[in-house]
């Protein structure tokens, strides 16, 4: 840890002047270079500036980004060589690489200049959802769901008619998170639990009660809830459990590991309650 964070400063010893001519001439060759609609500049990013030199000194894209510290959800990297001035670099990007620098999904960037070579990284930090956002979270999701049930949809060779609303439940929340939770934790993506469970008994372990019906969506690697709830809509199985009528209950939950590939795992378990017989009411 010791020698990376040496290595970072090194990199950030690139005079401050020189990182905010390069910002410069990059953002004019996007906002005035390329002929486009208007958009906003790209910001300066110091881990990017690390990145770029990490790059320039012969890493790959992904390496430069990991030594730096720098999680990005997308990014791009650009080398030019023999350039000779800030009116050259400029020159250059806005002739061969508009489609980088107008990517809407690219948000910040780093750079580094030797001599006559230039390095440019430009990417868009990994933003996940925090713990304390997990009950808007289900929500909006729920949202989603509702809106697509009421309108009836096809999921993949089957049609489905408009179902009534599903219901949040805790236990079934709590169900849902317990599996997000193992599966960042092991990086795992399975509906078999990593202790062997199926949904149907962490279902029962939270102490839903009597069901006559359970079933289970998982994803990994979805950054919002319109992201997931799209990704299991357009997937046919997934679809089904959503969409299918005699669901009337759901819990939703995610659980966030940084050091695992998916960075969130997503689950939603839907059941049918058993009726509550009469002399128990």
Not at 48 to 61: F, K, T, V
Not at 69 to 77: V, W
Not at 223 to 246: D, F, G, K, Y
Not at 266 to 271: E, K, L, R
């Amino acid at each position: 840890m010791k020698a990376l964070v040496w290595m970072l400063m090194a990199w950030l010893a690139v005079p401050a002047v020189a990182r905010a001519d390069l910002r410069d001439v990059v953002n004019a060759a996007r906002l005035q270079g390329c002929r486009s609609s208007a958009r906003a500049p790209l910001r300066d990013n110091p881990r990017l500036d690390a990145a770029a030199g990490w790059l320039s000194s012969g890493q790959s894209l992904d390496a430069a980004l990991t030594a730096a510290g720098y999680l990005a959800a997308q990014s791009s990297a650009v080398h030019l060589s023999g350039v000779t001035g800030d009116a050259d670099v400029s020159r250059v990007l806005a002739a061969h690489y508009c489609a980088t620098l107008v990517d809407p999904k690219l948000s910040e960037m780093g750079v580094q200049r030797r001599g006559g070579d230039f390095w440019m990284v430009l990417a868009a930090p990994v933003v996940v959802p925090a713990a304390a956002d997990a009950a808007a979270v289900s929500r909006q999701i729920l949202a989603l769901l509702n809106l697509a049930r009421a309108t009836g949809r096809r999921c993949g060779s089957k049609s489905f008619a408009a179902a009534g609303p599903l219901v949040l439940n805790p236990a079934l929340t709590a169900a849902a998170l317990a599996h997000s939770q193992e599966m960042a934790k092991y990086s795992e993506f399975a509906h078999q639990g990593h202790d062997g469970s199926s949904p149907s008994t962490r279902v029962a372990r939270a102490s839903y009660g009597p069901v006559l019906m359970v079933g289970e969506n998982i994803a990994a690697g979805a950054m919002t809830p319109a992201e997931v709830t799209q990704e299991w809509l357009e997937s046919p199985a997934h679809c089904e459990n959503i969409m299918e009528p005699r669901f009337t209950e759901i819990g939703i939950a995610y659980a966030v590991n940084l050091s695992s590939p998916a960075l969130v795992y997503w689950t939603q378990d839907f059941a049918l309650p058993a009726p509550v017989p009469a002399a128990q009411r």
